[in-house]
């Protein structure tokens, strides 16, 4: 077929060719890759020329996804698709190319599936190696397809393989390099596939082998293995890490963070990773959490817990001053479903890690066995037996949840249950005469880390209501080196 070429004097007319091009009537597989060829000829050569932003290249992908061709013949345009991206090696041409299964993956899992199949994992890896950031706007565009694609099915032991100690030291470099600006637009796509890696790597380390994922050895977590040989030199991405969960609203995404905890604060070599006063903004976190999940988030809860107790545990927080203590007491007082009568009893998982998490040393109260720890915690009695702990880095990694799923809030529901109610019962006339004005309450001081601790119980129209937590201030600006976050820590301590 002979490429045709355009002389285009006005935006309008590109895009008004661009519908002429995906408008083509094609009744033969032939007739579609003369569609697919003129198309991405004509929007590679005009690139530059039209397509300025994110916002123009998604407008052309969605050109093509909501075109009649596309819609007539979706498994075979989808796969032609792929096999240009295993192909083609002009940055024009991908960055249309990504876009493309970007968007149609988002909205149809199977072609993400498809993708994995086809081995488009090293090919995504080794476009991200050469890419680096000479071309800012297709590297980010192939870090996002590679996460997107990562975290929706099991990556083979073989394809895992080709993310070795250069292309992860890439990615953690890329986030060193950006550590004066956490709103740079490459910090989000980075830090998500560090995770999404060490998700892989964790559940290939955890699933038995089977004949749809044959583990010929076993694989090495490189996200873990480099920050425990190098972490002093990666310490901003510990601190995103932190920011992105007080940030996070996305259930799969919080998972994601979690379970890089847990492993950080399980292995010996990444106790202490962290600085200490950003290991006290995580547990001020964790706490807020815990306590504004819904009773029915059982999952993710338990994953909250099961972090929980290893960084009390085995990080810095152990040390005098005990961080938080009586709050987190509280905190465990309130899960186990004791304390206040809109909590559901406790299931017997949640017990089990409550009861793990009181029995760390600096909180239990001297002199005070097991079974009483958990009779005045808990409200419940607990045999020797279930006191011992069962929890293993399988539970973390087997918790998973769908892409997009927003993590609801217990403030949220109840306040609107409240603003509900009131709305529907009238006032008596007597309540109408002796309500007064309010004062406005006093202004809010800044705070750099923690909340006040958990008020008491109140009385609201003569039942237990406990008052919604505030949250720790969010941070908005990240230190710029390892020195300044040293130099924090010391003035804390």
């Known amino acids: ?21 995906v408008s083509a009537k094609c009744p033969s597989h032939q007739l579609i890759d003369n569609a697919l060829r003129t198309y991405l000829h004509f929007t590679t050569n005009f690139k530059d020329e039209y397509l300025h932003s994110e916002y123009d290249v998604a407008r052309c992908s969605q050109k093509l996804l909501q075109s009649e061709l596309f819609e007539a013949n979706k498994a075979y345009v989808r796969i032609q698709i792929v096999y240009s991206l295993m192909q083609e090696d002009e940055p024009a041409s991908l960055h249309v190319i990504a876009s493309l299964l970007l968007f149609d993956g988002k909205e149809n899992e199977p072609t993400f599936e498809m993708m994995n199949r086809e081995g488009c994992f090293p090919r995504l890896i080794e476009l991200i190696k050469l890419g680096k950031r000479d071309d800012a706007r297709l590297h980010r565009l192939l870090l996002e397809l590679l996460y997107e694609m990562s975290r929706v099915q099991r990556i083979s032991a073989e394809d895992l393989g080709c993310a070795d100690d250069d292309f992860v030291v890439c990615l953690f470099n890329i986030i060193e390099e950006l550590s004066d600006d956490v709103d740079d637009p490459y910090h989000y796509p980075v830090i998500r596939v560090l995770l999404v890696l060490n ?43 932190i920011l992105l969960l007080n940030r996070e609203t996305e259930t799969s995404l919080q998972l994601l963070i979690l379970k890089l905890l847990y492993l950080l604060f399980t292995t010996r070599a990444t106790h202490e990773y962290f600085y200490t006063n950003d290991l006290r903004v995580l547990l001020d976190v964790i706490i807020r959490n815990l306590l504004d999940l819904p009773n029915e988030l059982v999952s993710l809860r338990h994953t909250y817990l099961r972090v929980l107790y290893p960084l009390l545990a085995h990080t810095q927080l152990h040390q005098p001053p005990h961080y938080k203590r009586d709050e987190i007491v509280k905190v465990l007082s309130i899960l186990g479903g004791s304390t206040n009568a809109h909590w559901e009893p406790a299931d017997e998982t949640t017990v089990r890690l409550v009861n793990r998490v009181s029995q760390i040393d600096w909180l239990r109260q001297e002199d005070i ?87 008491p119980s109140i009385q609201v129209n003569g ?31």
């Not at 077929?1 to 895009?15: D, V």
């Not at 403030?411 to 406005?440: C, I, L, N, R, Y």
């Open 199 to 241: 998700e892989q790597w964790m559940v290939a380390a955890t699933a038995s082998p089977t004949d749809a994922h044959p583990t010929l050895h076993r694989l090495t977590n490189r996200v873990i293995k480099l920050l425990s040989f190098h972490g002093s030199s990666y310490m901003t991405f510990g601190e995103n890490i």
């Open 369 to 455: 066995s097991e079974g009483e720890v958990a009779r005045k915690l808990l409200g419940i009695s607990l045999s020797p037996t279930d006191t011992a702990s069962s929890i293993s880095v399988v539970d973390v990694a087997a918790v998973m949840e769908k892409p997009g799923v927003q993590t609801p809030s217990r403030k949220t529901e109840f306040e609107h249950g409240v603003h509900g109610h009131d709305e529907d019962s009238p006032k008596s006339e007597a309540e109408v005469v002796v309500e007064t004005k309010k004062k406005p309450p006093p202004p809010v001081r800044s705070r750099r880390h923690a909340p006040p601790p958990v008020p």
């Open 463 to 493: 039942i237990k209501k406990l008052p919604p937590k505030t949250p720790p201030r969010r941070r908005t600006r990240l230190k710029s080196t390892a020195l300044s976050g040293n130099l924090e820590s010391e003035a804390a301590e």
């Open 1 to 21: 077929m002979e490429t045709l070429e355009y002389t285009l004097e006005s935006e309008q007319q590109f895009w008004d060719e661009l519908d002429d091009i």
